[in-house]
């Protein structure tokens, strides 16, 4: 159970790699028809076991608002919430949502309203549709309480320890840098895999009800196993997909429930979904790109690449995932993505600072050093004018 | 009441302080890793059980949370800078990696990303780069800031070379303002005691 846990802190995944998580815990349930779901406007009693459980979320929320990583874009917080209500319908004002800048894929929702958006869910969706598959799935563990039946049912066995003691179970973490997942720890030990089909039906009915194209959130899920196995995550990888079947069940059924929901009709909202990331998404290929899974990164760039194969800094952006691997052949690759990126008219500057750094990786000082010059009449006051001007110097 | 972070913050300086063990560093002559001979300015640590993996040392003033100088001993062609301990048992992903011919501004990019990882943000950047002689050969310098997970703001400067194709270098780093900046003049001095001894002197 913790080498599971230790694998997801890694940073992967809250909700939807939680079939790792979920190891040990799953029992047959059958789901059930005609399901009741927590009223709007719901509030613990007082001094219950679930008013404990909300305090100690709210605890975690009034951090959430002050963290240094919580995107402040006003536009963007708009839309997602837009999103949200759509779903959510009698229940919107319950759920405040909060858009972290974090490069992994995930989103996560607490018992007490508060869901979390990651950054990199935000670069991964191909549209709104998708988004909203995801975010609905989140709603179904809402409406559905899952997270208090999990904490009750984990009460009875001998693992409510791990559970209850959030800060223990987070300090077994052992990392710095998971301390401010506290939330995503708490929705990981909740769900069950009756939970998440559940959810992953709930999400379905919800973008259906709303309009969307519910074959999206099979899409989603497929591209996520996708860029999963082109990662390097050895450990990872063998727990989701070598001793875990369950994550191409889970892409059928999906599928399957699509179809019956008249699969590829609806509401993609693509153009409106590219509009409302502008403003951020050059933060977010930057995030990306810091990660170093170019594997990876290669699959979600070239998945966006199909769909916007105009965009300059999508391409330049690929340059860089091979300029960065710095493997055979892959100077060449970079400067191909460049040049393809030049030729659509709307490249950064940085893409001319590029080229010259792999053409001074050539010996091609020459090239180099137009590439320098091409970069400084775009970018005039480039701030490491002077560091490049080293490098070309010696 | 104590917020939240405070509370895990403190439990992780505990954990922290269980988990590594120091030795005294004496403000005299001191051979870091059989390659690099410095003299530091005042009494340091040496964590002789560092979180990290890699051909590092890593010494503190006020311990490994508040800030930390990492000594780059010799990383050959291909290894990373360094990892979190058993980051690969953990499900990371492959990390980045040093190679002999990377210009000091690959150098500043695998730094980025190394510390990014180390501390689970994207948010880490290098800046002012600039030539420096180190060790009585060509050297370079820049600063770094980050943001790590714990929403703490680091600062921090970078001094390397490379000989024969092996990295040397020097990166001290601390939690703003005061675990950094007040102790910037102790790594300067000790950045210009440096020499290259033993096998990377040859
Ligand atoms: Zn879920």
Redesign the interface.
């Given at each position: 159970m913790s080498l599971t846990r230790?694998?997801?802190?890694?940073?992967?995944c809250g909700c939807v790699l939680a079939a790792l998580a979920r190891r040990g815990f799953a029992q047959a349930r059958p789901v059930e028809p005609g399901r009741t779901y927590i009223a709007p406007g719901y509030r613990p009693p007082a001094d219950s076991d679930e008013k404990g459980l909300w305090s100690l979320l709210d605890?975690?929320e009034?951090?959430r608002k002050t963290?240094?990583?919580l995107v402040r874009d006003v536009e963007l917080n708009a839309y997602v919430r837009e999103i949200v209500c759509r779903l959510a319908k009698d229940h919107c004002p319950d759920i405040r949502g909060y858009i972290l800048?974090?490069?992994q894929f995930n989103a996560s929702m607490a018992p007490n309203g508060m869901m979390e958006v990651w950054t990199g869910l935000l670069l991964r969706c191909n549209d709104e549709a998708q988004l909203a598959a995801i975010l609905g799935h989140e709603l179904g563990h809402y409406l559905r309480q899952h997270t208090l039946e999990r904490w009750r049912d984990a009460r009875n066995k001998s693992d409510f320890g791990a559970f209850l003691g959030l800060?223990l179970a987070?300090?077994g973490l052992?990392?710095?840098?998971?301390?401010?997942?506290?939330a995503l720890v708490a929705s990981m030990f909740a769900f069950s895999r009756d939970q998440e089909r559940e959810a992953d039906e709930i999400g379905l009915d919800l973008i259906t009800q709303a309009g969307y194209t519910p074959v999206a959130a099979a899409e989603v899920w497929e591209q996520f196993i996708a860029e999963y196995q082109a990662?390097?995550?050895?450990?990872?990888r063998q727990?989701l997909f070598a001793t875990h079947p369950e994550p191409e069940e889970r892409l059928v059924a999906l599928r399957e429930a699509a179809a019956k929901r008249d699969g590829a009709r609806g509401e993609r909202g693509r153009s409106r979904y590219l509009a409302k990331l502008a403003g951020v998404r050059a933060r977010l290929i930057?995030?990306?790109l810091?990660?170093?899974?170019y594997g990876?990164t290669e699959i979600v760039f070239d998945r966006l690449l199909a769909q916007s194969p105009d965009d300059g800094q999508l391409w330049h952006a690929k340059g860089e995932v091979y300029r960065?691997r710095?493997g055979d052949g892959d100077a060449a690759r970079a400067l191909k993505a460049y040049e393809t990126a030049l030729g659509t008219g709307n490249a950064p500057p940085e893409t001319w600072r590029s080229i010259m750094?792999v053409e001074?990786?050539a010996g091609a000082r020459d090239r180099a050093q137009a590439a320098f010059d091409a970069y400084l009449k775009q970018k005039p006051g480039a701030?490491?004018a002077?560091?490049?001007r080293?490098?070309l110097s010696? | 009441m104590m917020p939240m972070r405070s509370i895990l913050a403190a439990a992780l300086l505990l954990l922290a302080a269980g988990c590594a063990q120091f030795t005294l560093v004496t403000p005299e002559r001191q051979t870091v890793g059989g390659v690099i001979s410095v003299a530091p300015g005042t009494k340091w640590n040496k964590i002789t059980t560092p979180g990290v993996e890699g051909k590092v040392e890593v010494w503190t003033l006020d311990g490994p949370a508040l800030n930390t100088l990492v000594f780059f001993t010799g990383v050959t062609d291909g290894e990373p800078l360094f990892t979190r301990r058993a980051a690969a048992a953990s499900g990371e992903e492959k990390p980045p990696v040093f190679r002999s011919k990377m210009n000091p501004v690959e150098i500043q990019e695998l730094l980025e990303a190394t510390a990014a990882r180390y501390f689970r943000t994207t948010i880490a950047e290098g800046r002012n780069l600039k030539a420096e002689p180190i060790a009585g050969g060509r050297g370079f310098r820049f600063e770094t800031r980050l943001l790590g997970r714990d929403e703490v703001e680091r600062a921090g400067v970078f001094v390397g070379t490379i000989r024969n194709g092996k990295l040397y270098g020097a990166w001290f780093q601390g939690a703003k303002l005061h675990y950094f900046e007040r102790y910037l003049p102790e790594f300067d001095r000790l950045v210009s005691s440096a020499e290259l001894v033993g096998e990377a002197a040859r």
């Amino acid at each position: 159970m913790s080498l599971t846990r230790r694998a997801f802190g890694a940073g992967i995944c809250g909700c939807v790699l939680a079939a790792l998580a979920r190891r040990g815990f799953a029992q047959a349930r059958p789901v059930e028809p005609g399901r009741t779901y927590i009223a709007p406007g719901y509030r613990p009693p007082a001094d219950s076991d679930e008013k404990g459980l909300w305090s100690l979320l709210d605890r975690v929320e009034r951090e959430r608002k002050t963290s240094r990583f919580l995107v402040r874009d006003v536009e963007l917080n708009a839309y997602v919430r837009e999103i949200v209500c759509r779903l959510a319908k009698d229940h919107c004002p319950d759920i405040r949502g909060y858009i972290l800048r974090t490069a992994q894929f995930n989103a996560s929702m607490a018992p007490n309203g508060m869901m979390e958006v990651w950054t990199g869910l935000l670069l991964r969706c191909n549209d709104e549709a998708q988004l909203a598959a995801i975010l609905g799935h989140e709603l179904g563990h809402y409406l559905r309480q899952h997270t208090l039946e999990r904490w009750r049912d984990a009460r009875n066995k001998s693992d409510f320890g791990a559970f209850l003691g959030l800060g223990l179970a987070v300090a077994g973490l052992g990392a710095v840098g998971q301390l401010a997942d506290l939330a995503l720890v708490a929705s990981m030990f909740a769900f069950s895999r009756d939970q998440e089909r559940e959810a992953d039906e709930i999400g379905l009915d919800l973008i259906t009800q709303a309009g969307y194209t519910p074959v999206a959130a099979a899409e989603v899920w497929e591209q996520f196993i996708a860029e999963y196995q082109a990662g390097t995550a050895e450990r990872s990888r063998q727990l989701l997909f070598a001793t875990h079947p369950e994550p191409e069940e889970r892409l059928v059924a999906l599928r399957e429930a699509a179809a019956k929901r008249d699969g590829a009709r609806g509401e993609r909202g693509r153009s409106r979904y590219l509009a409302k990331l502008a403003g951020v998404r050059a933060r977010l290929i930057a995030d990306e790109l810091a990660l170093r899974q170019y594997g990876r990164t290669e699959i979600v760039f070239d998945r966006l690449l199909a769909q916007s194969p105009d965009d300059g800094q999508l391409w330049h952006a690929k340059g860089e995932v091979y300029r960065l691997r710095a493997g055979d052949g892959d100077a060449a690759r970079a400067l191909k993505a460049y040049e393809t990126a030049l030729g659509t008219g709307n490249a950064p500057p940085e893409t001319w600072r590029s080229i010259m750094l792999v053409e001074l990786g050539a010996g091609a000082r020459d090239r180099a050093q137009a590439a320098f010059d091409a970069y400084l009449k775009q970018k005039p006051g480039a701030p490491d004018a002077d560091a490049l001007r080293m490098l070309l110097s010696q | 009441m104590m917020p939240m972070r405070s509370i895990l913050a403190a439990a992780l300086l505990l954990l922290a302080a269980g988990c590594a063990q120091f030795t005294l560093v004496t403000p005299e002559r001191q051979t870091v890793g059989g390659v690099i001979s410095v003299a530091p300015g005042t009494k340091w640590n040496k964590i002789t059980t560092p979180g990290v993996e890699g051909k590092v040392e890593v010494w503190t003033l006020d311990g490994p949370a508040l800030n930390t100088l990492v000594f780059f001993t010799g990383v050959t062609d291909g290894e990373p800078l360094f990892t979190r301990r058993a980051a690969a048992a953990s499900g990371e992903e492959k990390p980045p990696v040093f190679r002999s011919k990377m210009n000091p501004v690959e150098i500043q990019e695998l730094l980025e990303a190394t510390a990014a990882r180390y501390f689970r943000t994207t948010i880490a950047e290098g800046r002012n780069l600039k030539a420096e002689p180190i060790a009585g050969g060509r050297g370079f310098r820049f600063e770094t800031r980050l943001l790590g997970r714990d929403e703490v703001e680091r600062a921090g400067v970078f001094v390397g070379t490379i000989r024969n194709g092996k990295l040397y270098g020097a990166w001290f780093q601390g939690a703003k303002l005061h675990y950094f900046e007040r102790y910037l003049p102790e790594f300067d001095r000790l950045v210009s005691s440096a020499e290259l001894v033993g096998e990377a002197a040859r």
